[in-house]
């Protein structure tokens, strides 16, 4: 006798149409989105409290490495809670990585567009266009809500590369919570090394034969990052920050004329 024959009854089998086939990763799997079709991924842990305010804690629980990506596992814990703050400002949770080579990496990065294209079951070439996270990419949290606390939320985001060896920064700040910005050292190397430990689920699969099938499935699902995250900078105001630097940089003093232009020589400063 089977393990579970003397629980369940007999049943007809069921034949059972596909609805979409898996093929070998494309070239833009792993850019905006953890690779989760092809790959299980290395857990690295490191625990530390990365953020700290009079209410809350922003804890750092660990990464889950890709071959060429990692997802930053964060969880926000509170003492009190209060009546809801609008979503959408930028004083409230933000999110980056400093990079051994200077660059930054943030979850206030703004979004860019993207292009996208695809073949429908009739063989035409459809394309479209969409606005697309960038940066520290923030993931759907709603898939664990059952397991959610009143005062613990998961914050999720994804890098989609491997941070380059030397020293790397997590820095976190929080202005609606008086989380002052706080960095704490990653190992990056760690990092690199554990990417060796992410399994290929299905090595080798070929690509599907579109006999009678559609070309995509479109999957909507409610949710999204938790509403404290600050979101990226709105393109308007991306262009608004970019004409300040700009104008800040001309009148720092310089030996040369490098970057006049004619009409700088109106600006008396």
Do not use: C
Request: aromatic residues 6%.
């Amino acid at each position: 006798m089977g393990f579970f024959d003397d629980l369940v009854l007999p049943e007809e089998p069921v034949e059972q149409m596909p609805l979409l086939r898996l093929g070998p990763p494309g070239e833009d799997a792993g850019r905006f989105a953890p690779p989760l079709d092809w790959f299980a991924p290395a857990l690295l842990p490191q625990r530390a409290v990365v953020g700290s305010g009079p209410h809350v804690r922003v804890v750092l629980t660990g990464w889950s490495v890709w071959p060429d990506g990692a997802t930053l596992h964060l969880s926000v814990h509170r003492k009190v809670r209060r009546q809801k703050i609008p979503s959408g400002r930028q004083s409230g949770l933000r999110v980056g990585l400093e990079l051994s080579d200077g660059r930054r990496v943030t979850s206030l990065d703004a979004p860019r567009q993207r292009h996208l294209e695809w073949t429908s079951r009739d063989g035409e070439t459809v394309s479209a266009v969409t606005r697309q996270a960038v940066g520290l990419i923030p993931l759907d949290g709603s898939r664990s809500s059952s397991s959610r606390s009143v005062f613990a939320v998961p914050v999720d985001l994804y890098l989609a590369e491997l941070p380059p060896p030397g020293g790397t920064g997590l820095v976190v700040e929080w202005p609606d919570e008086d989380v002052p910005e706080t960095r704490t050292p990653v190992d990056a190397s760690a990092l690199r090394a554990a990417s060796a430990g992410a399994v290929e689920i299905w090595p080798g699969i070929e690509p599907p034969a579109p006999v009678g099938e559609p070309g995509s499935v479109a999957l909507v699902e409610m949710g999204g990052p938790p509403a404290f995250l600050a979101p990226p900078t709105a393109p308007h105001r991306q262009a608004e920050l970019e004409q300040r630097e700009k104008e800040r940089r001309r009148y720092v003093p310089r030996a040369d004329w490098e970057d006049m232009s004619s009409h700088d020589w109106n600006d008396p400063r």
